[in-house]
């Protein structure tokens, strides 16, 4: 059986930083955001479903989905919402359990931004939490997307809370320093996971 260790944060927190440092370890990384996209690409049941339910101009010119237009969309008319997750949730799950199940390394990564919130921690032995102050989260992806300190706090209200995450914490890596803080945190996690994986 796959050791699939779940990493979660908020938006910012460094997520991607954390899993590009395992990735680098030789350590497979699934990421449920490139997953939300494989399920909808042309050609898929999920992208004809949707084609099929509200129509052709929820496709580019090029055939693939009009991610702009389903957003808009499904933010007016919230019985879609519930459609369209009830129709994409299950895909994303069934892809994310295949993935872990073919990876090769000693344990793998399952990034999910949602992970508590969609109680996708029963995919994985461990959860590895990326934690960081409020200041942080909003200093860095102000500066990584250029939005606004109001935007990120929008977000960050429509997200699980620190506290939540950090309650179905097994780790925690803390991320309000520079890498310098960070590398020595992953090389002990990957020490400890490899130690677990093999029990
Ligand atoms: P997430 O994937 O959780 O949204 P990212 O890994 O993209 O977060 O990190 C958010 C931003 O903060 C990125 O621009 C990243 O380069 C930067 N960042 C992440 N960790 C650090 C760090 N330890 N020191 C400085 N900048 C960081």
Redesign the pocket.
């Known amino acids: 059986m796959a050791f699939v260790i779940g990493v979660t944060?908020?938006?910012?927190?460094?997520?991607?930083?954390?899993?590009?440092l395992f990735a680098e370890k030789g350590i497979d990384v699934i990421d449920a955001d490139v997953i939300a996209r494989q399920v909808v690409e042309p050609g898929t049941d999920g992208l004809n479903a949707i084609a099929e339910k509200f129509g052709a101009e929820m496709l580019t010119p090029e055939g693939t989905l009009n991610r702009a237009a389903l957003r808009e969309h499904v933010f007016s008319h919230p019985e879609d919402k519930v459609w369209l997750n009830a129709l994409l949730h299950p895909k994303i799950r069934e892809t994310m359990i295949s993935q872990t199940q073919q990876s090769q390394t000693p344990y793998c990564l399952l990034?999910v931004?949602l992970l508590v919130e969609n109680s996708l921690q029963l995919l994985c032995q461990r959860v590895l939490v990326?934690d960081?102050s409020e200041q942080t989260q909003i200093a860095?992806?102000g500066?990584?997307d250029g939005v606004s300190t109001e935007q990120v706090k929008n977000i960050l209200n429509a997200q699980a809370s620190r506290i939540q995450r950090l309650a179905i914490a097994d780790d925690i890596v803390n991320?309000?320093?520079?890498?310098k803080?960070?590398i020595p945190q992953i090389d002990a996690l990957h020490a400890q996971y490899l130690e677990l994986a093999t029990q």
């Open positions: 944060g908020g938006i910012g927190s460094g997520k991607t930083t954390v899993a590009d990034v931004p990326v960081v860095r992806t500066k990584r991320n309000d320093g520079g890498n803080e960070l």
